[in-house]
């Protein structure tokens, strides 16, 4: 994540880290022992590039703590699959949930990364057999793969898209 550090520009993320969580989020850092709202989502939650994102601006006009605990291209996999997740969705007050690309989920025919959504893991034995001609392993992100596969074959590719609304 180097556009998460601080760099020559003048926008620091003051990104932070939670107990029992291996991620970096945007900061500041909040007391979770305290009441907070919870703010989850990928890269517009995050607010890259942005000086103020909007769980900032929550804290702000509501006066009350709010925990921006979302990561550049995130999915619903990273606050659904780490513990530590988790446990701070269950004591926040309330939950800010920003709805995430349906291509950043594992599904019957692909994995993505467990923290980084974004990223392509593997291809299942079913994808494999439905796009023969395809070195998977020429894939890294999972937008980038299935740009690939839509561009091989509308056709086929559909069988993926309705894979991806199933899950």
Not at 16 to 36: A, C, H, N
Not at 72 to 95: F, P, Q, W
Not at 140 to 158: A, G, K, N, V
Request: hydrophobic share 45%.
């Amino acid at each position: 994540m180097s556009f998460a550090f601080k760099g020559h520009g003048p926008l620091d993320y003051k990104v932070v880290t939670y107990e029992g969580s291996q991620m970096w989020f945007r900061g500041p850092q909040i007391d979770l022992t305290k009441p907070f709202l919870l703010c989850l989502g990928g890269s517009e939650t995050f607010g890259k590039f942005v000086q103020q994102p909007y769980p900032e601006r929550l804290l702000v006009a509501l006066g009350r703590p709010v925990a921006n605990m979302a990561a550049m291209n995130a999915g619903l996999e990273l606050a659904l699959g780490g513990g530590a997740i988790v446990d701070v969705m269950s004591r926040a007050e309330a939950i800010v949930l920003q709805i995430t690309g349906v291509h950043h989920l594992t599904n019957r025919f692909y994995q993505v990364h467990p923290r980084r959504n974004d990223r392509f893991l593997q291809p299942s034995d079913i994808l494999r057999v439905i796009y023969r001609e395809f070195d998977f392993t020429d894939f890294h992100f999972s937008r980038h793969m299935l740009e690939h596969l839509f561009t091989c074959s509308e056709d086929r590719f559909q069988i993926v898209v309705d894979e991806l609304k199933m899950a």
